[in-house]
C-alpha cells in the first residue's frame, strides 16, 4: 500500500470547519483513500473511504484531488467530541490495513 | 449498528500465565481481526480469520494464537504472557472482501506483570 503523510497535529475552534489534509502522491490506480478516527482510550473508528470521486457521509466529507495524489478529510461543524487522532490509509483491496501516526486533531472551544 | 465486544477493559495478568482474549460481533461478518496497538508503534496485526475455524498470520504472530469456533466470535491466546506482551489488544471484523471498512472493539489493555 501507498505511504501517507499527514500533519502530526492541528486544532480547531469547536463549530468551525475541520480540514485535515493527507498526501499520498504514490497512490496507485486501484487503491483507496480510507479515513479513520481513534478517541483516546477507543477503539479505531471507521469514517468514510473514497476511489476518485468526492464522498459524504452523516460523519464527514472525503475530498480527492484530480491527480488522487491527496486528499482532505473535512468535518463540517467539529465539536469538541471529534477531538481524536485521524488516520489517512492508502488500502488496495485484499491487503491488511496499515495504519500510520495519523493527525492529532484538537477541537477547542 | 455494528457492535463488537470485547470481553474485558483491563486485564493484569502474571508472567507465565495462559490468557484469553475474546471478541464477539452482532453482524454476521465474515472476517475478524486482531491488532495490538503501542506507543511510537501504531496497530499491528496479530492475526485474522475469513471464515469459521480459518485464521491467518499477521505480522506479528509470534506469542500469540488463535481460536475461530463460530461465525461471531474470535479469541487470541497468549500461550505463556510474557511482559513484552503488555499492550492494548483491539479486535476488528468487516463484512465479505470489504478488509478496508473494519469495525473495532473498545481495545483490552492488558497488563502481564
Known amino acids: 500500500d501507498a505511504k501517507t503523510t499527514q500533519p502530526t497535529s492541528m486544532d480547531c475552534a469547536e463549530g468551525r470547519a475541520a480540514n485535515l489534509p493527507c498526501n499520498h502522491s504514490?497512490?496507485?490506480?486501484?487503491?483507496?483513500v480510507y479515513w479513520y478516527r481513534q478517541i483516546h482510550s477507543q477503539g479505531p473508528q471507521y469514517i468514510i473511504h473514497?476511489?476518485?470521486n468526492n464522498e459524504t457521509n452523516e460523519m464527514a466529507s472525503l475530498i480527492i484531488t484530480e491527480d488522487r495524489k491527496s486528499s482532505t478529510l473535512i468535518l463540517p461543524h467539529a465539536t469538541l467530541r471529534d477531538t481524536a487522532v485521524y488516520y489517512c490509509?492508502?488500502?488496495?483491496?485484499?491487503?491488511?490495513?496499515?495504519f500510520g501516526g495519523g493527525t492529532r486533531l484538537m477541537v477547542k472551544p | 449498528d455494528v457492535k463488537v465486544t470485547q470481553s474485558s477493559r483491563y486485564l493484569v495478568k502474571r508472567t507465565g500465565e495462559k490468557v484469553f482474549l475474546e471478541c464477539v460481533q452482532d453482524?454476521?461478518?465474515?472476517?475478524m481481526f486482531w491488532y495490538r496497538q503501542d506507543p511510537g508503534l501504531g496497530l499491528r496485526l496479530i492475526y485474522f480469520?475469513?471464515?469459521?475455524?480459518?485464521?491467518e498470520k499477521g505480522d506479528i504472530p509470534e506469542g500469540y494464537s488463535v481460536s475461530r469456533e463460530k461465525k461471531e466470535r474470535f479469541s487470541l491466546i497468549l500461550e505463556s504472557a510474557s511482559t513484552n506482551q503488555t499492550s492494548m489488544y483491539l479486535c476488528?471484523?468487516?463484512?465479505?472482501?470489504?478488509?478496508?471498512?473494519?469495525?473495532f472493539g473498545p481495545g483490552t489493555r492488558l497488563t502481564v506483570t
Open positions: 476488528a471484523s468487516s463484512s465479505g472482501g470489504f478488509w478496508g471498512e473494519q469495525y
Open positions: 504514490t497512490i496507485s490506480g486501484n487503491e483507496y
Open positions: 473514497g476511489l476518485k
Open positions: 490509509i492508502v488500502h488496495n483491496a485484499g491487503n491488511m490495513l496499515t
Open positions: 453482524m454476521d461478518h465474515e472476517n
Open positions: 480469520s475469513y471464515d469459521v475455524k480459518m485464521k
